[in-house]
């Protein structure tokens, strides 16, 4: 099995996260009841622009929204990746779309708190020296937390996951199944529980299902965009020692770039005009990638290419 095909197996993966939530009430139902204050009944999937259902889109790693029985909106993150302030700020800016979409609909500022819950697989945040860790609007010099507060999130480190104990895992349904994203598929027998036997049912689906195939394919096209960029470094270096200019790296670059840019828009948007995306700058076709990778629409795109004009 390759790397490729290995990202996109593995259990605690983006994709098979998004795949679970989407095919699994009872996980999701468990995850919504983790955060709720309230019992939770049922729960959908909301935000249909953050998981596009278009017959020749290819799945890409979104969001996981939610909204339960009562009104209550919530997003469900998977992260592999190291969280930074870069990634903070994209958490708090997914539960306030979240509030902005109650705003729209209630026409008024009176809205239902959004919750946040993000599983992370990376290494320990600094300062951050626990399994669990809450964050709410609050008041540094006297520890005073604003009721009803617009948004909270919470962060699971797997890493310091041992600090629950295993007594406190086997015994908790909630904790058991965020103790699978840790396991790198060596599970432990819990066949008297229905719901982690569920769980890795939809596991053997997943792996056997269009969307992992779509899901490779993600992985070969990035593969390749990011190789693509380290080879036309080296061509641009070697182009700008024979010129003696910087501008042969930014050139091989920005060609590589484009070139790709353009493959992927084709593959997505196959009867639109590409010529507005032949002479753009570097940041905008990085912002296009972005989009691309996100699902983005040809809105947000056409809005790119004059951002930075």
Do not use: W
Not at 66 to 75: A, E, I, R
Not at 162 to 181: A, K, S, T
């Amino acid at each position: 099995m390759d790397s490729i095909e290995t990202s996109a197996a593995k259990f605690s993966s983006d994709y098979f996260f998004h795949y679970l939530l989407h095919h699994c009430d009872e996980v999701r139902n468990l995850f919504v009841s983790h955060l709720s204050d309230h019992p939770i009944l049922n729960t959908e999937l909301t935000v249909a622009d953050f998981y596009q259902r278009k017959e020749n889109a290819k799945k890409r790693i979104l969001d996981v929204a939610v909204v339960d029985d009562q009104g209550y909106y919530y997003d469900l993150e998977m992260q592999n990746g190291d969280i930074n302030r870069s990634e903070m700020i994209r958490f708090f800016n997914y539960a306030s779309l979240l509030l902005d979409s109650q705003i729209n609909k209630g026409k008024d500022y009176n809205v239902k708190t959004v919750k946040t819950l993000i599983i992370y697989t990376g290494k320990s945040i600094r300062d951050l020296e626990h399994f669990e860790h809450r964050f709410e609007l609050i008041d540094s010099d006297y520890l005073i937390k604003l009721k009803d507060g617009p948004i909270e999130i919470e962060i699971l480190q797997i890493e310091r996951m041992e600090e629950l104990g295993m007594e406190v895992v086997n015994n908790d349904q909630f904790y058991r199944i965020v103790h699978m994203f840790s396991k790198n598929e060596d599970f432990i027998d819990h066949h008297d529980d229905e719901l982690y036997t569920l769980v890795l049912d939809h596991y053997n689906k997943y792996l056997n299902s269009d969307e992992y195939i779509a899901n490779l394919q993600i992985e070969r096209d990035r593969r390749a965009y990011h190789t693509g960029m380290i080879q036309s470094r080296k061509e641009g270096v070697e182009e700008g020692k024979i010129l003696g200019k910087q501008e042969g790296i930014e050139e091989g670059m920005l060609k590589a770039k484009r070139d790709y840019i353009l493959m992927l828009f084709r593959k997505e948007f196959p009867y639109e005009d590409t010529r507005f995306l032949e002479n753009l700058s570097i940041e905008q076709y990085d912002a296009i990638m972005k989009l691309l990778s996100e699902n983005g629409n040809l809105e947000q795109i056409y809005e790119v290419c004059h951002i930075f004009l």
